[in-house]
């Protein structure tokens, strides 16, 4: 066997198991996101598949000198043509196919968030080593590590990725590491179902019955048939949201996926008691003290504010009216709260934040999409064909489950930021001119 197998063996036993993909051997000291290094694949263990096998094999024989952050090499997708990072943003790179980033970045001022996991948790382990095999374990720990909600629902994992979490929590606590766990509408759903949802902090005595019962509550025909618990008494529906009575409902199947969770902790769908009495306290409690929002003050890209849709972007609503009934949870009273079911709404990042430079970051919507102060990631939806991926910020660099590396041009997102001329090393370049001003 040779070096490079043998050396891609040991970080298979040793660092990276259950990881999928094609590994790329580095040199020792390498660092993929500070420095340019070659990457050299190699044929054997560490390649699924065979077609992989065959391209990494035909690239190490001929030379093949791939630069970081671009394995393009070893995909099967080829890079979009019509993309600013093919066409007009070349000419900014450096000569290592990466767009470079203009302030050296510190491990604590990075950020990595990761989108809706939906019971997948397969999906969020290979990510996982993707991430710790691309960045480097000691950069992985000490970054800001976001999820953006939505974990129930639609996989069939849902108990053994919420331990997972859990497992992961404790691990980074015990590290000095932060991380922050969005609660998304699926589990807003789940607890409004088991009448566990956090009341808002200005109601304490508010019941979840006004959702779907108040006076100023509009529906459509025939909508209250769709719902479940329609032979439940007054006692159990006090204590349970309208979405939680949508989430459990036979029609609302297609659109939420609640079955594989009911499945997932022993029970049928819509057994309320049962799903009470399955799920462990600690599974609830976690649940219950995930954030609606968290905003960031980043020394290099400004104010972030991840939740889970978005917000409202339409003028109908005040921004820092908005983040206040969230922080307080005011917005749990909603029917419908828009941060977390929202669609067209809250697809853009509100003017008033985005002229003050503040970037919106949400999961939620099924796509990832990458414009100025607005970031979406939602690779994976819940479906099983669809690879689940992460975002490293500032450096705007996507990495997905399979350990593929897709870089995006940070200006794209943080307008404010200056590129290096090509070809020049960072230190030539004053401090001045290395720092682009926070919008």
């Known amino acids: 066997m040779g070096a490079q197998q043998a050396n891609a063996k040991e970080l298979l036993e040793t660092g990276l198991d259950g990881f999928s993909g094609c590994v790329p051997t580095l040199a020792a000291d390498s660092d993929i996101i500070d420095r340019p290094q070659t990457i050299r694949f190699f044929s054997g263990e560490a390649a699924e ?21 671009s394995l393009r090499a070893c995909s099967s997708r080829a890079p979009d043509p019509a993309s600013k990072l093919c066409r007009s943003d070349r000419r900014q790179r450096n000569g290592c196919g990466a767009v470079r980033y203009l302030e050296p ?5 990075r950020m990595i968030v990761i989108g809706d996991l939906h019971g997948m948790l397969h999906k969020v382990r290979a990510l996982w080593h993707a991430l ?8 992985v720990r000490k970054a800001l590590l976001i999820f953006l909600g939505d974990y129930c629902d639609r996989g069939s994992y849902t108990k053994e990725l919420i ?5 992961l929590q404790a691990h980074r606590a015990k590290q000095g590491a932060r991380t922050v766990f969005l609660l998304g509408n699926h589990e807003f759903c789940l607890l409004g179902f088991l009448g566990c949802l956090p009341r808002p902090l200005s109601q304490p005595d508010f019941r979840w019955r006004q959702t779907w019962d108040g006076e100023d509550v509009i529906l459509g025909r025939g909508e209250r048939d769709r719902w479940w618990g329609q032979d439940e008494e007054d006692d159990v529906l006090n204590d349970m949201h309208l979405q939680g009575r949508r989430w459990a409902g036979a029609v609302y199947e297609k659109s939420y996926g609640s079955a594989a969770t009911f499945v997932s902790y022993g029970t049928s769908r819509g057994d309320r008691v049962g799903l ?8 609830l409690a976690f649940l219950q003290q995930c954030p609606l929002v968290h905003v960031e003050d980043n020394p290099l890209v400004g104010r972030c504010v991840f939740v889970h849709a978005g917000l409202g972007a339409d003028g109908t609503d005040d921004c820092q009216a908005q983040l206040d009934r969230l922080l307080r949870r005011d917005v749990l009273a909603d029917a419908q709260p828009e941060q977390l079911f929202g669609r067209d709404r809250v697809l853009h990042t ?23 102060h607005r970031i979406i990631l939602d690779s994976c939806a819940g479906d099983e064909s669809s690879m689940l991926s992460a975002i490293v910020l500032p450096e705007t660099l996507l990495v997905r489950q399979d350990g593929y590396l897709d870089p995006r041009d940070p200006c794209t997102v943080f307008p404010g930021r200056k590129r290096l001329p090509p070809g020049l090393p960072l230190e030539q370049h004053a401090p001045s001119e290395r720092c682009g001003s926070l919008a």
């Open 163 to 167: 331990q997972w979490l859990l497992a």
């Open 105 to 109: 970045v510190n491990d604590t001022d």
């Open 276 to 283: 009470q009495q399955a799920m462990p306290k600690e599974h």
């Open 132 to 139: 710790e095999y691309s960045l480097g374990r000691r950069k």
């Open 49 to 69: 598949t065979d077609s992989l096998r065959v391209r990494a094999h035909e690239k190490a024989s001929e030379g093949c000198r791939v630069q970081p952050l």
């Open 350 to 372: 509100p003017p008033l934040l985005a002229r003050k430079g503040t970037t919106v970051v949400s999961g939620h919507h099924g796509r990832v999409m990458l414009r100025a």
